[in-house]
């Protein structure tokens, strides 16, 4: 469960976050979503296939971590062994939420990530003293600010004639089939196939 709040330099100026990953921090997972702009880097080091989405007709594509649940290969107790981290874990705890019309940065406060008063200046601050952003909340801004307009340009797969689905799978294969380099249509190809559902909620929001 989450319990995501508005974040502010007033209520949160105090406010830290363990940046490295670990079990104890939720990195012990078996998979995490893998998003069409980092395909090409993350292929390269992870597997990634295509997940059927509960109740839906549809799948979506995720970085295969581990072969059971709980179960993270990429993870030793030194932390990270892989070059990249999927965007998906990277923002956390930090999500995109309503703030009246506007959308907002929200932070999960049940998060384990969350350095509690008592720990002292253990992890990385989110705001500076005087109240501006750490380049660490910068980091998160931009990345969030990058998935929400990735997410505003996932097609409406669903809408689709059929036709125009199988028309658009079959030119992101003929793309493939010129060039192999170009592994991002593969991708592509499996969302137009499978009338794909890599949702814009399950982007921003995801765990």
């Keep these: 469960m989450t319990r995501p709040a508005l974040l502010d330099n007033v209520t949160h100026r105090q406010l830290r976050i363990r940046t490295e990953r670990s079990a104890a921090l939720g990195d012990a997972r078996q998979f995490a979503l893998a998003l069409p702009a980092e395909f090409r880097q993350l292929q390269a080091h992870f597997p990634i296939v295509f997940q059927h989405v509960e109740g839906s007709v549809g799948f979506q594509p995720i970085v295969l971590l581990g072969l059971e649940e709980g179960q993270n290969l990429f993870l030793t107790d030194a932390g990270w062994d892989a070059p990249v981290v999927p965007m998906a ?12 019309d506007d959308l907002k940065l929200h932070i999960d406060l049940d998060s384990p990530r969350i350095v509690k008063p008592e720990e002292g200046e253990v992890g990385t601050a989110v705001f500076m003293p005087h109240g501006g952003h750490s380049e660490y ?9 990058h998935l929400h307009a990735h997410a505003q340009h996932l097609p409406d797969v669903y809408s689709l004639p059929a036709p125009v689905r199988w028309s658009r799978a079959f030119r992101a294969l003929a793309r493939v089939m010129r060039d192999p380099r170009e592994t991002d249509q593969v991708l ?18 995801s765990r």
């Excluded at 592509?188 to 929001?205: C, E």
């Design 89 to 100: 874990l990277q923002r956390d705890p930090f999500m995109i939420g309503r703030g009246g």
């Design 137 to 145: 909340l910068d980091h998160v801004v931009s990345l969030l600010e």
């Design 188 to 205: 592509v190809f499996s969302t137009y196939i499978h009338g794909g559902s890599l949702s814009r909620a399950s982007i921003l929001a």
